[in-house]
């Protein structure tokens, strides 16, 4: 399902690359819990640049950083490279607000969500 009429990965799957690599490092790192968290983040913006195309079944290695940590919301930047490639075929950014769960309302980021993204952040340029 990746590759589109035009034999390359169609643009709405880097999104979802996006997500994946989020998401997984969220978990794996204990500062995400899918399906029982009271918190939980939600895009509210969402960008992508292509450089070079990319098509299945290539390998798709991801660079993932934190340029802005603020009190309820993240903005992450992923790079996407096609196999060893030195250069990003895809560069994008994603911000998440974390909001509760039930209400929607915006929600400070929990303690461990802060701690797992601590070492992904850059100084701001």
């Known amino acids: 399902m990746d590759n589109d009429v ?3 990965v169609n643009n709405v799957v880097y999104y979802s690359y996006f997500d994946t690599v989020v998401n997984r490092y969220l978990i794996e790192h204990g500062a995400l819990d899918i399906h029982q968290g009271s918190v939980i983040g939600l895009v509210v913006e969402t960008a992508c640049h292509y450089f070079a195309p ?3 079944p290539d390998l798709v290695h991801a660079g993932l950083r934190v340029t802005r940590l603020g009190t309820s919301s993240v903005r992450y930047e992923v790079g996407l490279f096609r196999g060893d490639a030195p250069r990003a075929a895809a560069q ?3 911000v998440h607000v ?4 039930a209400t929607r309302r915006p929600q400070a980021l929990p303690p461990a969500l802060r701690a797992a993204l601590a070492p992904l952040a850059i100084a701001s340029a």
């Open 6 to 8: 035009y034999g390359h």
């Open 54 to 56: 990319m098509a299945f």
């Open 92 to 94: 994008g950014h994603f």
């Open 98 to 101: 974390y909001v509760d769960r």
